[in-house]
């Protein structure tokens, strides 16, 4: 083995050899275990989110392959219709060109080029991560096979009726010209106006005072609404105002949706602008006037005055106008939630227009049920709550988009408007007798979340019924974060029991959102987000901020945000690698909860790798050409007290592992693992062995026993591991395999094909570690914590009296009991070597030990004389002196937080440091005191 761990060398060796040799793909052996990644945008790259989630679904495919499933991880991407389309544009835009001046076939033929082209980028970032996937079964929403899917659900949901075109509401994008779904749009809070106009009654008896944040969609009002039970308005209900500006009589309505507190308590009705108003004008039967044309300019529904003004040109002609016929009361300052799309930027309009729908009321049902009686079950469960809330009050889903790129939609027209819809136009003319009569297809396109709302059973095939679509479905689990439970997961449920009379997957794991280090969401912005692959590979701080910046094209925001990279990172970011990066993840992946972002981890979590290359490299030192009593038999093996601890403590790390594994915790997991594999192994274990590898002490019998143990628990321990950190497990298991039997072929680093039958290759084929309840010895493990406890007591005395670590020492040991007695005959050996001891003796009760220092392990006491090992007046002169440096300390302290003008001024995070650095004082002032009392009893 290298002397030191690089994993920049092994990782991309590593993965290119597992993928080369099929170990991906499923075995065919087993029972089923299925996951279908979530498909990333094909426009992407992988950010911390993606990092995160593809980790845990490879933490558990891994797992279950080991466990002897038949595994499948099925991988693809989702063709993006907006972000994709954007992006071959803006390339045109560049050439002076867009798309019209193409026409649509060959726009299309230039995003396939784009996408064969840099497509890729985030399935090239999956193999960098170690994500197990089947790539041989790599699927796009645009492949033939998921369209000829999308195209079947859309004739079958239409000839049910399910499917239908009308006129509704939806949510449009004046930039881009198309409808968008609720998570295409960002609600953002904005600072604006209220505007109070007073609309006059009809009657001139008097006037009604209305508030709108939108002034020019006062044009399009088809009502006034008060509360029913409103005492100020009950007798206006009925009667009609005069629509200052538009020349209309409009009515006063009464509708319980009206807050009579706020405001005036009346509100104006613009349906076809807005969606809570959309509602009461289906409730009142209103007319619903469009008063907007697709680039959010007016059209010719409203006065000449303000045709074709943009809508913000419109809103201060429209407020000037009303000023100056004395109908504008006043204006307040408002913090209100402005819609803007997450691709354009642009402020969001309500829109009425003609699109598709799927009719969901009789799909939410069972996929209600589903839920309710346990065929789906939620991890964490509360976020069933979130699921039901949403499908119980479940509106139509628009499916439609005015785009060129995704799945048209198989709806064709004849020159009378009149619709016909099939699986394509020849299907359609035959199923008709329409002949040669002119048809023309619709001109949009679906909806992306309809074509991934097929992902678990599309790509296996549906609907034909092909053997992987038999064997993969349901699949076994579904991880996703909580932000699409409505807009894909709900969907999903509700397309897949419709069409497969199954439930799309058994369990859905909800994970939180990554977060940076101040729990802030890491967005572009913010100059906050983390590549993935920079805590990878490192990156220079330059680069960094070079990254962080490019693009905003906002001076004052780069410096900003380049200040704040370099006060975060003076040196650039590290090179971690992919283990040390995964570990992470898993060790913050607590239920449900968002994670914030801690360096300081992924840090720890690649020391604890060279921790374990290090401790390889020790077993390797210490085993390789010996007889390890593995290989030979009639050798006879002796196992140390050592020895049947550390195998007995390996159970119990096993069963803590795969429980918690098998629940989705993967923070218990990985902690789990560590502390066995950090403490028990590497610190405890490795330095009881080294008594009986290097001491005449021991027989060969015993010291053969060690040494299979080293080997057989580490060989178990990357076992364990693999699932979390691939890399540096299958690396050394490579090396440590043949010296515990389980010898990888000839050939390991140029593994066989999976079809060979040669599972001994590599670690991913080999069986997860289980406990065998016979190898656990409580009295082992009782007696080796007696051992940990007596040497770690006279370890902090070492500590706390300054005495050198070379210095070795006499120990008595008083007040005990038989069993204290017992372990120390036992054991005296490993308690000399390990503590670095001269002597160590018992002591009865009616004897006296010279002065010392003392602690306790329970009742019995150990003591280590003093006497030549300080010098009492000097140690008990520095102590005092620092014990009065750190009273000054906590008393300037304790001032500052009793400083009212400390308190109420400093910012939160400072007072709360100062109260931090107090409690530290405290502590380290505590204990100088004990110390210091300690020595002069000496």
């Known amino acids: ?66 466990q002897g499933r038949n595994t499948l991880w099925q991988v693809g991407s989702d063709h993006a219709g907006i972000a994709t389309q954007m992006v071959v544009e803006r390339r045109l835009a560049a050439e002076g060109k867009n798309r019209h001046d193409l026409g649509r076939d060959a726009f299309i033929e230039k995003i396939w080029e784009w996408k064969a082209e840099s497509g890729g980028t985030i399935t090239r970032q999956l193999r960098r991560m170690g994500a ?184 201060k002609k429209v407020v000037d106008d009303l000023d100056a016929l004395g109908l504008l009361e006043k204006v307040d300052d408002h913090t209100l939630q402005v819609p803007r799309g997450d691709r354009s930027g642009v402020v969001i309009e309500p829109y009425l227009t003609d699109q598709w729908f799927v009719a969901v009321e009789s799909l939410a049902k069972p996929a209600i049920q589903a839920v309710e009686n346990g065929d789906i079950q939620f ?39 009149k619709v016909y819809v099939g699986r394509s136009e020849e299907e359609v003319r035959t199923a008709h007798d329409l002949d040669d009569r002119p048809l023309s297809q619709d001109e949009d396109v679906l909806d992306t979340w309809f074509s991934s709302a097929l992902w678990t059973f599309s790509t296996l095939g549906w609907p034909e019924q092909t053997e992987e679509l038999r064997t993969f479905h349901p699949s076994s689990v579904l991880v996703t974060g909580f932000d699409i439970i409505f807009f894909w997961v709900a969907r999903m449920i509700m397309m897949t029991l419709k069409f497969t009379g199954e439930v799309p997957f058994k369990k859905v794991y909800v994970h939180g959102l990554v977060r940076d280090a101040e729990g802030q969401k890491m967005s572009k912005s913010k100059g906050n987000v983390l590549d993935p692959l920079d805590l990878i590979d490192g990156i220079d701080l330059d680069s960094l901020v070079e990254k962080r910046t490019r693009g905003l094209m906002q001076p004052q925001k780069e410096k900003q945000i380049s200040k704040r990279t370099r006060a975060e990172f003076p040196e650039g970011i590290n090179s971690y690698g992919t283990d040390a990066l995964r570990f992470t993840f898993l060790s913050l992946a607590s239920t449900g909860r968002d994670i914030k972002w801690d360096m300081g981890r992924v840090e720890g979590y690649r020391n604890f790798c060279n921790k374990i290359w290090n401790a390889a490299r020790y077993v390797m030192m210490n085993t390789e050409g010996q007889d390890c009593g593995v290989n ?96 540096i497990t299958e690396e050394i298991w490579q090396k440590v395999a043949p010296l515990a039997d389980k010898a990888p072929a000839a050939d390991a680093g140029k593994a066989p094909a999976a079809d060979t039958g040669i599972e001994n290759a590599t670690i991913m084929l080999q069986p997860y570690p289980r406990p065998e309840q016979d190898k656990v010895d409580e009295q082992a493990e009782q007696d080796i914590e007696w051992i940990k406890a007596v040497i770690t007591a006279i370890r902090n005395i070492r500590g706390e009296m300054r005495i050198p670590p070379s210095r070795t020492l006499d120990v008595y040991l008083h007040n005990g009991k038989d069993e204290d007695q017992r372990r120390l005959q036992a054991n005296h050996n490993f308690l000399c070597r390990l503590a670095k001891l001269d002597s160590i003796s018992w002591l009865n009760a009616d004897d006296s030990a010279p002065a010392s220092a003392t602690s306790l392990v329970g009742d019995m006491e150990i003591l280590v004389p003093m006497a030549g090992l300080i010098d009492k007046d000097a140690e008990i002169d520095r102590l005092t002196k620092e014990v009065d440096k750190l009273r000054k300390e906590v008393g300037r302290a304790e001032g500052k937080l009793k400083n009212p003008a400390f308190i109420d001024k400093a910012p939160e995070a400072v007072v709360a440091k100062e109260k931090a650095k107090l409690d530290d004082y405290r502590s380290q002032l505590a204990r100088l005191e004990d110390q210091l009392e300690k020595i002069k009893y000496l």
Not at 39 to 63: E, K, Y
Not at 383 to 409: A, K, P, T, V
């Open 379 to 417: 991890v964490p469960k509360n976020y069933e709550n979130m699921y039901f809330s949403w499908m119980r009050d479940l509106q139509d889903w628009c499916i439609s988009r005015q785009l060129w790129w995704g799945h048209r939609i198989p709806a064709w027209y004849d020159e009378d408007g």
């Open 632 to 727: 030979e038999k009639g050798r006879e093996v002796s196992l140390s007290l050592a020895d049947r601890w550390i195998v007995s403590a390996l159970q119990r790390a096993e069963r803590e592992v795969t429980e918690a594994l098998d629940q989705f915790r993967f923070d218990v997991a990985s902690h789990a693992a560590y502390e066995f594999i950090w403490n028990e192994y590497c610190d405890w274990y490795l330095e009881l062995s080294k008594p009986v590898l290097y001491s005449d002490d021991y027989s060969e019998a015993e010291k053969r026993g060690t040494r299979r143990t080293l080997v057989r628990v580490l060989e178990a321990i990357l076992r364990m591991a693999h699932p979390f950190m691939p890399f």
């Open 1 to 66: 083995m290298d002397k030191t761990y690089q994993p920049d060398r092994i990782e991309q060796a590593w993965y290119n050899t597992w993928e080369d040799a099929g170990y991906f793909r499923p075995s065919g052996q087993g029972d089923a275990y299925s996951i279908m990644i979530p498909p990333p945008n094909v426009t992407g790259s992988l950010h911390m989110g993606h990092a995160f989630q593809d980790t845990i679904m490879d933490t558990l495919i891994r797992f279950r392959r080991m």
């Open 132 to 315: 197990s996937v089947d790539w041989t079964r790599e699927r796009f929403t645009m492949d033939e096979g998921l369209s000829n899917a999308v195209r079947e659900v859309f004739v079958r949901l239409y000839e049910e009726g399910l499917i239908y075109r009308g006129k509704r509401l939806v949510n449009w994008d004046p930039a881009l010209h198309t409808a968008i779904s609720d998570l295409e749009v960002e609600n953002k809070e904005e600072q604006g106006h209220l505007w109070h106009f007073r609309y006059p009654l009809s009657d001139d008896s008097g006037h009604l005072v209305v508030a709108t944040t939108r002034p020019e969609t006062m044009l399009g009002d088809t009502a006034v609404a008060v509360h029913p039970e409103d005492p100020r308005y009950k007798d206006l209900v009925g009667q009609t105002i005069r629509l200052p500006l538009a020349d209309r009589e409009i009515p006063i309505i009464a509708d319980d949706y009206v807050d009579p507190d706020f405001g005036s308590g009346c509100v104006k009705i613009t349906p076809a602008h807005d969606f809570n108003d959309y509602e009461m004008g289906k409730r009142h039967d209103l007319p619903m006037i469009n008063i907007l044309t697709i680039d959010a300019h007016l059209n010719d529904q409203v006065p000449a005055a303000y045709r074709g003004l943009d809508r913000y040109e419109a809103r």
